[in-house]
């Protein structure tokens, strides 16, 4: 193993990796090495790496199985597990979880810079375990109790008119096969056992609740994920990997670069089903996702 060093970017979240060659295979003790930073970073960074797709399904295979692309959206040609993050197919510019929509949602996902705009594009990374701590007490029981259903089948607040033929139709492929799945508002994380807020833009309504209702409650603990303070604005480079801890994190696409050229493509390692504070799993109410992970435990 190679001395590794972490440098962490900011105070709630964020590390970056120096001493370690992603394009090599990695040894147990490495792997473990980087899961612990993991756990305690969130997200990490990687400069200067020598990637293919192919490479950058070898790092992330070291973390677990992988997931299928998307449920939904077509993968890169020729490579089934890796996803184009492409301005071009769309912006992600809302705070979400990848895929928390499934039963059992991505554990980890990378993203690797392939064309960078010359201004812009950076991606926020918000730590919701942090969130979570920053909650004041009466505020944190009531979430504690609280579910939410998450769902693909929304228009991102996006109203039709303002939407031209080739949005219509990426929506349309995104929601082609609907999915619904109860998650804890409050999940435990299986690693460490830290408490985090999952919510962010699939989560569509509170069980038991009105959508009107849901969205109050939903904002208020939103707000507490975004505080900058939890928050990692990260500038892209070129040739940089990020891994991210997807079962305590949220992320969101800047738009602020102009229109330009802007792809990453994205690797994700399958996960869990989340549990709550009190041991209950969210179950699956409309949707089969066994094509996109077959991680279910």
Known sequence: ????????????????????????????????????????????????VDLDDEGQQAFARHFGDLTTAHPTVPAVDGAPNVLPVDSERGRANHWHTDV??????PQASTLRSITIPPYGGETLIANAAAAYRD????????????WAEHTNDY????????????????????TSIKFRTAHPVVRVHPLTGERGLFIGGFAQRIVGLSVAESRKILDLLQAY?????????WRWSPNQLVLFDNRITQHYAIDNYDGLPRRLNRVTVAGDVPVGIDGTRSHSVEGDASHYTSVAG
């Open 1 to 48: 193993m190679t001395d590794i060093e972490i440098q962490k970017v900011t105070a709630h979240i964020g590390a970056r990796v120096l001493g370690v060659d992603v394009s090599k295979p990695l040894d147990d003790i490495t792997v473990a090495a980087l899961r612990t930073a993991l756990n305690e970073h969130k997200a990490l960074v990687f400069d200067d």
């Open 100 to 105: 928390t929509f499934v039963l059992n949602p």
């Open 135 to 146: 909650l004041p007490e009466p505020l944190r029981a009531f979430a504690d109790t609280l």
């Open 155 to 174: 228009d991102y607040a996006v109203p039709d008119e303002n939407i031209d033929e080739e949005q219509a139709a990426q929506r349309a492929q995104f």
């Open 225 to 233: 994920v975004t505080r900058p303070e939890n928050v990692l604005r």
